[in-house]
Nanobody, 122 residues
Framework: QVQLVESGGGLVRAGGPLRLACAAS????????MGWFRHAPGKERTFVGA???????YYTDSVKGRFTISRDNAKNTVYLQMNSLKPEDTAVYFC????????????????WGQGTQVTVSS
């Protein structure tokens, strides 16, 4: 059974950092992209960032320069380092894995975590 388990969410003040981790088990995702999406109250789930097996990264414009995605292929884990957090970053963050093309699109991913809440206070 494939599982993606996120950790690292919580409450942080604006301007502060937070690091999310997503550990995959049940299979490896060699050759596939892993990504992060977020779902804010009253909004649709949106793309945050993704990283290919090769290490190529992609970000939505609103987080460029503040968020960094990385992965440890040996540990089957993807990370999201979030710096200079803003109240508008408040959302449930979801880890996703298994995309080969269209890595910025949720439908491209076959596996999802349960989500972790990130709340940024002003």
């Amino acid at each position: 059974q494939v599982q993606l388990v996120e950790s690292g969410g919580g409450l942080v003040r604006a301007g502060g950092p937070l690091r999310l981790a997503c550990a995959a088990s049940g299979r490896t995702f060699s050759g596939y992209a892993m990504g992060w999406f977020r779902h804010a109250p009253g909004k649709e789930r949106t793309f945050v960032g993704a990283i290919r097996w090769s290490g190529s990264t992609y970000y939505t414009d609103s987080v460029k320069g503040r968020f960094t995605i990385s992965r440890d292929n040996a540990k089957n884990t993807v990370y999201l380092q979030m710096n200079s957090l803003k109240p508008e970053d408040t959302a449930v963050y979801f880890c996703a894995a298994g995309a080969s093309v269209g890595v910025t699109v949720a439908a491209a991913y076959g596996y999802w975590g349960q989500g972790t809440q990130v709340t940024v206070s002003s």
